[in-house]
């Protein structure tokens, strides 16, 4: 664990945070999301997952290996059948 740097909270509208020195910021990797969580009399601050990161190349090998095929029947109605126009 680095030093620990002194910092005060400020009011922000009407809700209160914290400023996140700098050089913290580049050493922790956080960027722009984040996920807050308390521990105790601690909060943990850590840089928030990536959704659906790799999901592009993965339905790309799912395509080249044929494997892109819906599992479920395709149940249309009257409606589908009538008044939908492709």
């Known amino acids: 664990m680095g030093a620990a740097v002194r910092t005060r909270i400020v ?6 945070g914290v400023r996140i020195p700098k050089p913290l ?12 969580e308390v521990h105790g009399d601690r909060l943990i601050i850590r840089a928030a997952p990536q959704l659906r990161v790799g999901w592009d190349e993965a339905f790309a ?6 494997d892109d095929v819906l599992l479920d029947d395709i149940n249309t109605t009257d409606w589908d059948r009538v008044e939908w126009e492709w």
């Open 25 to 36: 910021l580049e050493q922790s990797g956080i960027h722009t999301e984040v996920e807050i």
């Open 61 to 66: 090998a799912m395509a080249e290996r044929d």
């Open 11 to 16: 009011r922000i509208g009407n809700s209160q």
